[in-house]
């Protein structure tokens, strides 16, 4: 079974920069694309970052354009998300999760295994 977890996560003030983890294991991590969504409390589920099975593309929503990153170890079979400059808005779980295809994407249902997630507050 493929399992995956995330850490990184916690309170901080705004502006301030967290780098979440997500280390997989059992299966070959390195054919999938990788992806994170959060979800805030009362909201929908939604995406954040994906990046393609050996990083050559990367996608990211509007609201974080120029201010998260999303990254892979394949050796290490770990996939990161820099946030920088973080706002209120940002509160909210966050999960990383694998997808079927090697390609990016950047619907949920594409993505067969997901983290247990990992809290970001962001105080104002």
């Known amino acids: 079974q493929v399992q995956l977890v995330e850490s990184g996560g916690g309170l901080v003030q705004a502006g301030d920069s967290l780098r979440l983890s997500c280390a997989v294991s059992g299966r070959t991590f390195s054919s999938y694309a990788m992806g994170w969504f959060r979800q805030a409390p009362g909201k929908e589920r939604e995406f954040v970052s994906a990046?393609?099975?050996?990083?050559?593309?990367?996608a990211s929503a509007d609201s974080v354009k120029g201010r998260f990153t999303i990254s892979r170890d394949n050796a290490k079979s770990t996939v990161f998300l820099q946030m920088n400059s973080l706002k209120p808005q940002d509160t909210a779980v966050y999960y990383c999760?694998?997808?079927?295809?090697?390609?990016?994407?950047?619907?949920?249902?594409?993505?067969?295994?997901w983290g247990q997630g990992t809290q970001v507050t962001v105080s104002s």
């Open positions: 990046i393609s099975w050996n990083g050559g593309s990367t």
């Open positions: 999760a694998k997808a079927q295809t090697s390609g990016l994407t950047l619907v949920s249902s594409y993505y067969d295994y």
